[in-house]
T-cell receptor, first 116, second 110 residues
Framework: NAGVMQNPRHLVRRRGQEARLRCSPMKGHSHVYWYRQLPEEGLKFMVYLQKENIIDESGMPKERFSAEFPKEGPSILRIQQVVRGDSAAYFC??????????????FGPGTRLTVL | DAKTTQPNSMESNEEEPVHLPCNHSTISGTDYIHWYRQLPSQGPEYVIHGLTSNVNNRMASLAIAEDRKSSTLILHRATLRDAAVYYCILRDTNAGKSTFGDGTTLTVKP
């Protein structure tokens, strides 16, 4: 059973370009979470999605950032017009149950975005 | 979200037990306590979780104070591969997200 997959693992963009980060959850999981980790810091929650629905986007910047989790295919985190401050590791996690405090989230290996 | 407080760093010798503390004085009655760890250049890995009773699994033990305002992750015999940042997280019953603090960086000396 493959774990959470993220690609690309490393992404380099110039300022003003778009970055697309993909996350394939574990088989059977329909809940996806995106987190951002700046250098030397802990993970910060960005957005929580179920298939075709955004459940909680309280941690996502209002501008330039968007996320989707279509019925078919991976979840996509999209960053438009990237700036140097967007350089970070972006982690995706998935879970199989609905909102539950004892629910384990399985994390992917992350995508390391570097903005030149 | 209820906040957790952990020491920035701890050191241990290989083959010795390690006790990683976490304070969560504002924990609510329905918050579960989760522990994750993150090895360098990897995503977080689930370690253990609990509500009120102490918990054991193949990786570690979790000791929860009677008033639930603190907990301790116990690694019974530290190995070099246990060197990581350990995060103590509270997860509300109705929240899908996890709120990570700064964690404790564990160094294991041979």
């Amino acid at each position: 059973n493959a774990g959470v997959m993220q690609n690309p693992r490393h992404l380099v963009r110039r300022r003003g370009q778009e970055a697309r980060l993909r996350c394939s959850p574990m088989k059977g999981h329909s809940h996806v979470y995106w987190y951002r980790q700046l250098p030397e810091e802990g993970l910060k929650f960005m957005v929580y999605l179920q298939k075709e629905n955004i459940i909680d986007e309280s941690g996502m910047p209002k501008e330039r950032f968007s996320a989707e989790f279509p019925k078919e295919g991976p979840s996509i985190l999209r960053i438009q017009q990237v700036v140097r401050g967007d350089s970070a590791a972006y982690f995706c996690a998935s879970s199989s149950f609905e909102l539950s405090s004892y629910n384990e989230q399985f994390f992917g290996p992350g995508t390391r975005l570097t903005v030149l | 979200d209820a906040k957790t407080t952990q020491p920035n760093s701890m050191e241990s010798n290989e083959e010795e037990p390690v006790h990683l503390p976490c304070n969560h004085s504002t924990i609510s009655g329905t918050d579960y306590i989760h522990w994750y760890r993150q090895l360098p250049s990897q995503g977080p890995e689930y370690v253990i979780h609990g509500l009120t009773s102490n918990v054991n699994n193949r990786m570690a033990s979790l000791a929860i104070a009677e008033d639930r305002k603190s907990s301790t992750l116990i690694l019974h015999r530290a190995t070099l591969r246990d060197a990581a940042v350990y995060y103590c997280i509270l997860r509300d019953t109705n929240a899908g997200k996890s709120t990570f603090g700064d964690g404790t960086t564990l160094t294991v000396k041979p």
